[in-house]
Every structure is written in C-alpha cells, then in structure tokens.
C-alpha cells in the first residue's frame, strides 16, 4: 500500500518501506516508480502512459521519504536543486548498538565505492578516486540498549550515512554490510528518511515533510522519545 505524504500537479511524495526499490534494478522486482506510477493511471483513469521521474533514491533496506516528479518540467527543476545540496535539506534517523563518544558533531571523511562489492570506505584524508562527505549528527533518544541519531547531511554520497556512522564505530542496527552484530529479522537497516525540505519547483514555496517512522516495535518505543 502506497503511503502518500503530499501530492500536487507537479510532485509525489511517498514514505517507502524498508524493502522497496526505487528504481528498476537487476532483481527485476517491481520499483516504487512503477508502482505509483500504475496508481495514478487507475486512480486518474488516464488512457496513456504516466510520466514519472526519480528525482532521488534511498537504498533498498532504508524507509522514509521518497520525492518523484509528475512531469518532465517539475523533474528537470528539481534536478537541478538536488545538485545544489545547500538548498535541499535532508534529515535521517538512525539507530544505533553504541553511542557516539560525543553527543553531537561533523564528520567529514573521504569516501571510495567498492562497485563489485557495493559499499563504500571511508578514509580521515583524501585518497585516490575519493569523495568529499560531511554529515551532522546529534544523538537525540535512547533506549536500554540503543540509541537514536539525528542525521543531517551536507553532501549526498553513496552509503554516506551508513559509511560514515560506522566508520565513528556506531554502525547502524541490522547493517551487516558495515559491521552490526546481527540483521534485523525484516532484513532492513535502522535508518529512516524522516525529513525533506526544499523550494518548490514552480510555486517556490518552501516546502516541508516529514515521514512516519516503521511500524516496528523498536521504532515505535524510540521515536516517541526524541
């Protein structure tokens, strides 16, 4: 069931599940595109194709909000504000097994991508084939045994988060790829896109959304917290 969280003529956003595609991949299961896509031809009665585009992507084990465009105009403009990453802001929260030794700070490392076995490094100095990634973080909850990170990012990079957190030794909750302990019995990772905001493409008013957290019993019991 899709989760809308605002639509007008010209965007759609969606709070995604832990498990979603965003976007066709090599497993050949049906994308969230796809899938909205389908819903407003149906709900919309439209005879034609619907146009649809990715405007950003969150990884498959990630939840929260997912931004598409309904037309070619509205895609094109939003692209170009994605690229400007000072006029998007995006908020995420994480859970964490550990703390960070400080309650909140910057991390900036440089990252490399590892494409055959997708994940990403981070290194305290730029190294070859690296990127610049910097992030925010804040530790905002706890429970008896983990913690909830605040997470705000300055540049948009592969796995940054997930790279990043683990890198400060607080690898994200069921993220065996950067070192949790164990997986999450849904198979997702404890980070969840909690907040968009950016200029409208053609109103430009400013605009804000915020994403439910899962429905899980951890989630639930944390959130309420922060």
């Known amino acids: 069931m899709l989760r809308i969280?605002?639509?007008d003529n010209h965007l759609i956003i969606v709070n995604k599940q832990a498990g979603d595609i965003v976007q066709g991949d090599k497993t050949g299961d049906v994308p969230l595109s796809e899938l909205i896509k389908e819903y407003i031809k149906k709900r919309d009665q439209k005879p034609g194709n619907v146009f649809l585009g990715v405007v950003h992507?969150?990884?498959?084990?990630?939840?929260?909000v997912v931004l598409f465009a309904k037309t070619s105009k509205a895609l094109s403009r939003m692209n170009t504000l994605f690229a400007q990453h000072e006029k998007v802001k995006k908020m995420?929260?994480?859970?964490?097994?550990?703390?960070?030794?400080q309650s909140e700070g910057t991390l900036v490392h440089w990252l490399t991508r590892d494409e055959k076995r997708n994940v990403a490094r981070a290194y305290e100095r730029e190294v070859p084939n690296s990127k610049r990634a910097e992030l925010d973080y804040k530790r905002i909850a706890?429970?008896?045994?983990?913690w909830l990170l605040?997470?705000?990012l300055h540049t948009g990079r592969h796995h940054q988060i997930r790279c990043q957190l683990a890198k400060m030794g607080c690898p994200i909750k069921g993220d065996l790829k950067y070192g949790a302990?164990?997986?999450n019995p849904d198979g997702s990772i404890s980070l969840h896109a909690r907040r968009l905001s950016f200029e409208h493409p053609v109103t430009h008013e400013q605009i804000t959304i915020e994403a439910p957290v899962p429905a899980d019993q951890l989630w639930q019991a944390i959130a309420p917290l922060a």
């Open 5 to 7: 969280l605002y639509e």
């Open 57 to 64: 992507r969150l990884d498959r084990p990630v939840s929260g």
């Open 92 to 101: 995420y929260w994480a859970i964490v097994g550990k703390p960070p030794a």
């Open 142 to 146: 706890q429970s008896d045994r983990y």
């Open 150 to 152: 605040e997470v705000a």
């Open 181 to 183: 302990p164990r997986s």
